[in-house]
Each structure stands twice: as structure tokens, then as C-alpha cells.
């Protein structure tokens, strides 16, 4: 290497030897490190004057020549009299340094910190000492009252004190916790307002078997951030004290195993690299929102919430085909028709009709796909046309353009969109078979999942309960295998369905009965349960209530108690205030109810309706409810949902033709 320059310290330069370079006086070194903040840019002679003297002399123009000649002299000896400088050249109305990125320390400690944070914590430990011994005192040390190296010193200060954590970090990843201790001790008694510093500090001594002393230095930094700023520690000091107290897992460095370690050094990588404002987060967001919302609990609750705020930041950046991406990214398998939250999927329905009315000519026809896919999905369970009409357009794209994971996603589109009539099972078990297949060959594991699930329910509603079994069986070892924690929940229901279908009908006791009936109040007592905190309100709200009644209309008894039936009331209530005699009033709410939903519970509700419409005899509602069901006269009312059945919907169509005096 020829000459290198160093500015982290006293502004200084070395030959290709290692020798100091005699750059003369302050002014020169001024020069020199006015052209290296500018970083290879052409800095005007008039800002160097400006920069140089509060009070320029008359003849500051020809000063800074001489200046430059000067330092021409001492970088390029060997340069022959007028011959072209190739280190500090002229250019324009100015001058610029062409240094080389490794000639400048400062550079080079850039250059090391961002490649340590992608290396194996061994390596990355090398890395960034050797970085941090380049540090021969604070950067531009002779400049530091100069305006035009604020910034650059303020940058380099931050990044010297990253690089120090860092380090401190990977000492501790690497089982060195004792090492880091010293130096994290110096490093928050000279910047104890680093939240970072203390943190690392008490995380280091906890480790080192000192538990008293790291509550202490937490002790500290609060007293410090409260007394000396009026500011409350951040929750991550906060975080680490609970931890530290019930001596939390966490705080184990291999608790986290492989993955974790991974995940702790990618994420931190990403923070630093990818700036805060960059259009990529939104898109990465997205993509995390995703992994997120297949764990259940807090993870889907998280997706919900997050995922249309990240749609309004890509649509308030006016970048239309980010936003198609942000919002046909979020392409997470359903299997509930019913929303979570219809509010919000009008907004993402209407998000994408925006979007999609926007986009370029130009645009690929995937992202097309995507947000009609999206639209698809999101207006399950209403009465649009518009979803049927974006879900064919959607698997039309997809197949045209054979692309099996947006085939995936347009089919659990086509999928939710296969309510709009009673006796679809066959369908549905269509669909579901070929996103089995498509997503087994592609390793779509999620969509694989899916595909067993809609086969499963679809071959409960035929009453192909082996079928049903082993849909259900792969699924939970797709979701063992692959940590997928909300399918137990659909399966799990499923085996309760299961038990209650095989109950025998009033009038044909058998021995064993009461013990079959207390095996299904235990199965779906378990199955209740497991919705508890599975982040699923379409799903929770009412179906323990319609769950009970389900069990109480296959045994021919009448509901005893009002309940929460959530969104199942209006079809509910009119049996519930016929068992509490109230004629009146049940009638009332029957001519009151509308029709039921298109979704996997279409055929229960209307064999309720049904069935309080023959009590009532309510011929009107009775016709509507036949001719509804007729096409399913094969199937088991309710059971397509995977959740309880009601029966044969032959039964409930022979009670109908009876009450009407046709012909069954």
C-alpha cells in the first residue's frame, strides 16, 4: 500500500514504509482533512477558505494553493515537476483526495464493523479488536472545534461505540463473559447514558455468576437515566432486570440454541444496515408478519394489528406497486371463513382495490394475482360478487403463469369463495386435494397443511370419516414437524366432531351411551380450551354455545340456557325462547333472522332455522330452508366446518317435507 491516512486521532498520514509523512503546519493538516471528510467529493477552493479562517486574509486563495502544493510535495515525492497528481488532484473549482478505501483508518473501521457482523462470532471478535485498536484518540482529535468535522466526529464517536458492544456482545455469545466485564465497566463509567453499555454490563456479570452485582449496576443506570435526564430505563434494561430476578432461561446463552444465536446476529446485522426509513423494511415487515400470524396467540394478534399499518406506510409513500407487494406478501393460509375482523378486512379489501385500479400497465400480472388472491380471502363470508369474480381471475393468472406457491395462494382464495350455495363439500374436497398435491411437490408446507385441513373438513361433511382421519393425522405431523401450533386447534375440534357424530339417536340407546356422551363433553371441553389465547376471535366468539346446542338438537332435547352465541344469535335464539315457551317472541326473531352466512357453517344454520320454522310452523321459512338445504341432502349438517354437526341434513329435509306435507 502506498500512503495511508489516519483520522481517528490527530490527522496524520503514513508512507508505504510506515513512516510519518511531514504534512507541515496546521493548515495543511487542515487541508488534508477537510478533503478527507469529503470522502472523494470535489470540496471549492471557496469552502476550504471558509473552512480555514474565520477571517480570511486577502490573499486566502493562493494560500490554499500553496497549501495543496505543499501537501502534493510531501504525498507524492517521487511525482515529477508539473507532472499529474493521482493522490490530491484539481478538478473543477476545487480539489478532492483520491484515496483508496482502505488508505483511510476511518474507512477501514467502517468497512470492518459491517463485515464483523455478518462473520461467526470467533471471527467477528478478531475482527473488531483489530478495528478498535486503529483508535489512536478521539476522531479529527486537532479539528475538533470546526464546524465541518462535527458531524463526521459524532459519526465516528457512534460508531466506535457500537463497534465497542459489539464486541462486548459476540464476547459474550462466545462464552467470555468474564473478559467483557472490564472493558464494558470503563465503558459505561465514560458514556453512562448508553442503555446498550448497561445492559451488556449487567447481562456480563449475571453471567459470570454475580446476580447480585448485575441487579446493582441496573440499580445504577435507573438512578442515573432518572436523576441526571428525568427518563425511566427502556424496556429492554427493564426486560433484563425481570429476567435477571426469576433467573429467566433466556439469560442462558445456549438456551437460544443455533437458531437463536442466528436469528439474535441476522436481526442485528438488518438493524444496522438497512436504514430505518428504507422502503425494503415495509416488505420485510410484511414477511415476518407472516411467520408470525401461523404461531397463534400474541402472533396473530400482532399480524392483525401490524399488518394494516404497514399497508397505510406503503400507500402513504406513493409507491403503488410497493404497496401491491406489502399487501399481496401476506399471503397466510385460512382455513376460518370467517374473519377476525371484518372492519379491518374491509380495509384490506379496499386497500387492494386501490392498489389494483393503479398499477402500471406494465406491472407483472403476479402482483395482479396476489391482491385479487387477497381480495379473495378477505371478503369471505359476505354476499359480494366481487370475491367469486377476483378468486377465478386470481387462479387464472396463477395457473397461466405456473407459479404453484401464487397457484397456492389464489386456491385458498377459490377455497373461501365456495359458500354461495349448500352441498359444495366435493368441491371444496377438490381444491383441497390439489393444494395437497401442488404444495407437496413445491414444498409449500404451510399450503400442504391447508390442503389436508380443507380435505378433512370437506370429507367430515360426506361422513368419510376415515378420510377425514387421516387428513386430519397428516396435518398434525406437517405441523409437529414444521412448529405450526394453530392446527392442533382445527384438529383437535375435529376429533371431538368425530365423537359426536358416532352418537347414536334418541331411541336407540345402546350400552355405553352415557359414556360416549361424557367422551364428547371431555373432547370438546378440551377443544373450548385450546382456544383460549389462540389469537382467533372469528372463530372463538359463540362456538362453545353453538357447540352445546349442536349436542342437544342430535339428542332431541330443547336448549335449556341462554348463552353467548356471539355471531350464531339470530339463528340460535329462536330455539332458545321456544324451550322457554315464548312463542311470540321466537317467531318474531325467526321472520327477524336473515339468511345465514355463506360459510362452513351454512348448512347448520339454516337446519336451525329449519327446525324452530317447524315448531313455529312458519310454512314461508320452512320452503326457504328445504330448498336451501336440498342440494345437501347427502351431506352432515355442519360437520364440512370440522367443528360439530347436527346431523344428517337428510333428516332435517325429511322433517321439513313433513311439516310441509310433500313428499320427502
Known sequence: MGVTF????????????????????????????????????????????????????????????????????????GRRPRGPARLLVTEGPGYALRAAPEAVDAWRFEGSVAEAAALPPGEALARLEEALRWWRGPAYADFAGHDWTRAERSRLTELRLHAAERRAETRLALGRAGEAVPDLDAHVAEHPWREEGWRLLALALYRTGRQGDALAVLRRARTLLVEQLGVDPGPDLRRLEADILHHADRLDPDAAGPAGRVWARAAAVYD????????????????????????????????????LAAVAA???????ELTARVIGAYDVPAIWTRVDDPAQAARVVAAAERTLARLPGGAHDGVRARLLATIALESRGTRSARGPEAARQAVGIARRLNDPALLAFALNGEFMQTFHRAGLAPERDGIGAELVDLSARHGL????????????????????????????????????????????????????????????????????????????????????????????????????????????????L???????????????????????????????????????????????????????????????????????????????????????????VAGHLAALSAALGTPG
Open 6 to 77: 489516519g483520522v481517528l486521532g490527530p490527522v496524520t498520514a503514513w508512507d508505504g514504509g510506515g513512516d510519518a509523512v511531514a504534512l507541515k503546519g496546521p493548515r495543511h493538516r487542515a487541508v488534508l482533512a477537510r478533503l478527507i471528510v469529503a470522502r472523494g467529493r470535489v470540496v471549492p477552493v471557496t469552502h476550504l477558505v471558509d473552512d480555514l479562517w474565520e477571517d480570511p486574509p486577502p490573499d486566502a486563495v493562493g494560500a490554499v494553493r500553496t497549501f495543496v502544493a505543499a501537501l502534493r510535495r510531501a504525498l507524492e515525492p
Open 272 to 307: 444496522r444496515t438497512v436504514a430505518s426509513g428504507a422502503r425494503a423494511r415495509l416488505e420485510s415487515t410484511v414477511g415476518l408478519l407472516r411467520t408470525l400470524a401461523v404461531t397463534g396467540g400474541d402472533g396473530l394478534e400482532a399480524a392483525r394489528e401490524h399488518r
Open 558 to 648: 330443547p336448549m335449556e340456557e341462554d348463552a353467548d352465541w356471539g355471531p350464531y344469535e339470530p339463528w340460535a335464539r329462536p330455539l332458545v325462547l321456544l324451550a322457554r315457551g315464548r312463542r311470540e317472541e321466537a317467531a318474531a326473531a325467526l321472520r327477524a333472522a336473515p339468511d345465514p352466512p355463506r360459510d362452513l357453517l351454512f348448512e347448520a344454520m339454516w337446519c336451525l332455522t329449519g327446525r324452530a320454522a317447524v315448531a313455529l310452523g312458519d310454512r314461508e321459512t320452512m320452503e326457504r330452508a328445504r330448498d336451501a338445504l336440498a342440494p345437501a341432502a347427502g351431506e352432515l349438517a355442519g360437520a364440512g366446518s370440522g367443528l360439530l354437526t347436527l346431523g344428517p
Open 445 to 556: 408446507v404451510t399450503y400442504e397443511v391447508l390442503g389436508h385441513l380443507v380435505r378433512m373438513q370437506a370429507r367430515s361433511a360426506l361422513a368419510d370419516f376415515g378420510g377425514a382421519d387421516g387428513h386430519a393425522a397428516a396435518a398434525d405431523r406437517l405441523s409437529e414437524r414444521h412448529e405450526l401450533p394453530l392446527v392442533g386447534v382445527f384438529t383437535g375440534w375435529y376429533r371431538a366432531l368425530r365423537l359426536a357424530a358416532a352418537l347414536r339417536a334418541p331411541g336407540a340407546e345402546t350400552t355405553g351411551a352415557e359414556r360416549a356422551e361424557a367422551e364428547v363433553e371431555a373432547a370438546y371441553r378440551d377443544a373450548v380450551a385450546r382456544l383460549d389465547g389462540a389469537g382467533m376471535p372469528g372463530l372463538v366468539r359463540g362456538l362453545p354455545a353453538l357447540t352445546q346446542l349442536s349436542l342437544r338438537v342430535r339428542r332431541g
Open 314 to 320: 406503503a400507500e402513504e409513500l406513493g409507491d403503488v
